[in-house]
């Protein structure tokens, strides 16, 4: 049974594997659905949908034991404030072993303070298609 520790919030849940009533708030086991699971409001403004930063976390231990990034979430997870090489999303994370993250200090405080997703509007932008990734051809043609 995978072990979710939340470091700066001196907690630790476990599950056992396709037994977690699903939240509906990104993927299924993911560090996010995890917590909503366990009552514990890691911020999700964008309902879990690698669209936004605020289910930043950074993993101190297990970085093996989740699921590898993807290009989305790569792309997305780029864009957080005090980004690390152990920087993940918390919806696109999936947990497949035991982990022990931190939760970045504004989303912290977010966090003691009851969660509840902050709605950010049209702040957040949408979710990346393949097309919208494909290189742009833009500006004026080179010169000969
Ligand atoms: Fe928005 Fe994870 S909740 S990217």
Same mark, same amino acid.
């Given at each position: 049974?995978p072990? *979710?520790?939340?470091l700066? $919030?001196d907690?630790t849940?476990e ?8 939240a ?6 993911s /560090?996010l659905d995890?917590? $909503?699971n366990?009552?514990i409001? $890691?911020e999700? =403004?964008?309902?879990g %949908? ?5 289910c930043?976390? /950074?993993?101190?231990?297990?970085? %093996? ?5 993807d290009?989305? !979430? @790569?792309?997305? *997870?780029d864009?957080? =404030?005090g980004?690390? *090489?152990?920087?993940r999303?918390?919806?696109q =994370?999936?947990v @497949? #072993?035991? /982990?022990?993250i !931190? /939760?970045?200090?504004? %989303?912290r %405080?977010?966090?003691s303070e #009851?969660g509840?997703?902050?709605? $950010? #509007?049209?702040?957040i ?6 097309a919208?990734?494909a290189? @742009?051809q833009?500006?004026? =043609?080179p010169a000969?």
């Amino acid at each position: 049974m995978p072990k *979710v520790t939340f470091l700066n $919030l001196d907690k630790t849940v476990e599950f056992e594997h396709g037994k977690l009533p699903y939240a509906e708030h990104g993927k299924p086991e993911s /560090i996010l659905d995890v917590a $909503l699971n366990f009552g514990i409001q $890691l911020e999700h =403004a964008c309902g879990g %949908n690698c669209a936004c930063t605020t289910c930043h976390v /950074i993993v101190k231990q297990g970085d %093996n034991s989740l699921s590898e990034m993807d290009d989305d !979430e @790569q792309d997305r *997870v780029d864009m957080a =404030a005090g980004v690390t *090489v152990h920087s993940r999303l918390g919806c696109q =994370a999936v947990v @497949q #072993g035991d /982990i022990a993250i !931190e /939760i970045p200090d504004w %989303n912290r %405080n977010y966090v003691s303070e #009851g969660g509840g997703s902050m709605n $950010l #509007g049209s702040a957040i932008p949408p979710p990346k298609t393949a097309a919208a990734s494909a290189p @742009q051809q833009s500006g004026p =043609a080179p010169a000969e």
